[in-house]
């Protein structure tokens, strides 16, 4: 099926410290979604974002938080500065209007 | 907004036998239904997609069912073999571009040789 690109599998870094993780979804979808799972359980909605404009973000979506899709490249999200809590896996999906998400194989980021 | 309730939380099942994860949901108009598996340390792979005026729904040694009146949605794996050992969740989403799917928290199947 439609493959989303997730790129760094791993990263540790020092809280305090700025992190960008970054998504290449699939070629022909509108519609990016960051998403945050702690410990292999619930998937918690983050953001969703179309037309170069976040439509809607969680709670957990904190001030820390920005996402973009310059020029059509990678859809990031960047998280600055880092807190322990944010140690978790982030999904990013993609999906076409009213569709299916797919989703990539997720960022696991440490924070220590 | 939508409350996506799934359960059991955790499922061990023999090889052989068959499992049955449940999602209630509660917005009426809810339109598009998922059904995504888990496989230790990966992303969540589409397993079906379902659509409110689809009742039901057979996959690959699997039925999706859905109850609109109940609403709830149903995963049944009949024949449970141990690579079906994962984690499985429902998603429920609205019709139109803009809405997000909301996510049960997950069911944990263990399937024993």
């Known amino acids: 099926g439609p493959k989303v690109l997730q790129i760094p599998s791993h990263q540790i870094i020092d809280m305090g410290q700025m992190v960008t993780l970054n998504c290449d979804p699939v070629?022909?979808?509108?519609?990016f979604y960051w998403y945050k799972q702690i410990l292999g359980q619930q998937m918690e909605f983050l953001v969703n974002?179309?037309?170069?404009?976040?439509?809607?973000k969680s709670k957990l979506f904190k001030d820390q938080f920005s996402v973009e899709r310059p020029d059509g490249s990678y859809f990031t999200l960047k998280i600055q500065p880092t807190a322990l809590e944010d140690s978790a896996v982030y999904f990013c999906?993609?999906?076409?209007?009213?569709?299916?998400?797919?989703f990539g194989e997720g960022s696991r980021l440490i924070v220590v | 907004g939508e409350q996506v309730e799934q359960r059991p939380p955790h499922l061990s099942v023999r090889e052989g036998d068959s499992a049955v994860i449940i999602c209630t949901y509660t917005d009426p108009n809810s339109y598009y239904f998922f059904w995504y598996k888990q496989e230790p340390g990966a992303g969540l792979q589409l397993l079906m997609k379902?659509?409110?005026?689809?009742e039901i729904n057979e996959g690959q040694g699997f039925t999706v069912l859905l109850n609109k009146k109940d609403k709830q949605l149903s995963l049944n794996l009949t024949a449970a073999h141990p690579g079906d050992s994962a984690v499985y969740f429902c998603a429920v989403r609205l019709r139109g571009g803009n809405y997000k799917p909301t996510f049960g928290k997950g069911t944990s199947l263990v399937v024993h040789p």
């Open positions: 974002f179309y037309n170069g404009k976040v439509m809607e």
């Open positions: 070629s022909n979808h509108l519609y």
């Open positions: 379902v659509f409110s005026s689809t």
């Open positions: 999906a993609s999906s076409r209007p009213g569709n299916t998400l797919y």
